[in-house]
């Protein structure tokens, strides 16, 4: 079971333990089908991953999560930028100030996984115990890398998300 806070995008908290059925036989049929875009979906990714890094390189008050690792072949789902502190606490506030701005962001994860509610109930877990996957948790802003973005939107994103943080 998810508890979901939608007014904040990635935000949420399970609450008890469960499955996910998420995908139909129909949407299974349309993945198989989509298999075919591929590959050039992947270059894309990879390609809009790049500049995006390349962008917030430059933006002192973030770190850059590094995704993938030598040898592997990485989906590049998201970029995740980590807030530097002070800014780090302000996440929401960042992430819905780029929201009414146009840009769509979400956190990468609410919550390290053993202190959602369900397991710290079940196994009693605190987030001192997970220093690394706190720290994620509560500085992390993913950004979008889909194929369907272009360098004119990265460079909008970028250029709005300094704008956020001057203000």
Known sequence: NVVSERHVPGAYDVTALGLNYRLSEIGGAMGVAQMVRLPGILERRAENHERLTAAMRGIEEVELLASG?????????CLVTLLKAPLARRRYEIVERLKTLGVETSVYYPKAVPCMSYYRRKYGHTEAEFPVAARI?????AWSVAPHIGPDEIACMTATFKQVLRE
């Open 137 to 141: 948790s509560g500085e992390s802003i």
């Open 69 to 77: 690792r030598p040898g592997a072949r990485c989906s590049h789902y």
